[in-house]
């Protein structure tokens, strides 16, 4: 999994890891020395003693960079603008082992986004996985969350996983299959 693009780190202090693909939380103790494979959406994929691990941004600094900023809306957003930046972060959504976010990869079936009076907003996603078995779902399912959340004016988010219709490759989007290589 180390190649010529991976970055040495060393954990500046003990970090919640995920074990890809199992799905498993373990604690990676600080002094820990590997690699970031991937960083992408604001989380990491690290490879360390022969396994891969997902950190969330939010633990950024325990391999010495900074998460990403809060999305923010502008003055007046727009119900369009609010849309947009719901699929933006959405964009931010990777599956640790694959560099292509879930959006483009067509796991998005549904996203609504419903208005309440107070002005708040409900969005409901139903997303499902490149594979019924993966490890990961459970994992995927609580970044769309928790990227969706933190939007300003968002009160609720319900994220259901699903498996009909089942995923296939034709679902990526164009962009999606070249960086895979599926052309």
């Not at 067509?106 to 986004?113: A, K, N, Q, S």
Request: proline residues 8%.
């Amino acid at each position: 999994m180390y190649s010529h693009n991976s970055e040495p780190i060393k954990l500046e202090r003990d970090c919640p890891a995920i074990i890809v693909p199992a799905g498993d939380e373990v604690t990676l103790p600080a002094g820990t020395v590997g690699y970031i494979t991937q960083q992408l959406g604001g989380s990491f994929t690290v490879f360390v003693e022969g396994n891969l691990f997902r950190i969330d941004g939010m633990d950024a600094d325990a391999l010495g960079k900074e998460p990403l900023p809060r999305p923010e809306l502008p003055e007046n957003a727009s119900d369009d603008d609010f849309e947009e930046l719901v699929w933006t972060q959405l964009g931010t959504c990777y599956d640790p082992e694959i560099p292509v976010n879930i959006a483009d990869l067509g796991l998005i079936y549904r996203c609504d986004i419903e208005r309440e009076e107070d002005g708040q907003r409900r969005i409901e996603v139903d997303m499902t996985l490149t594979a019924p078995g993966c490890g990961m779902g459970d994992i995927l399912v609580a970044d769309v969350r928790s990227k969706l959340i933190i939007i300003p004016t968002v009160s609720e988010v319900d994220v259901e996983l699903v498996f009909d219709p089942p995923w296939n490759q034709s679902m990526m989007t164009e962009a999606a299959r070249l960086e895979v290589g599926m052309f």
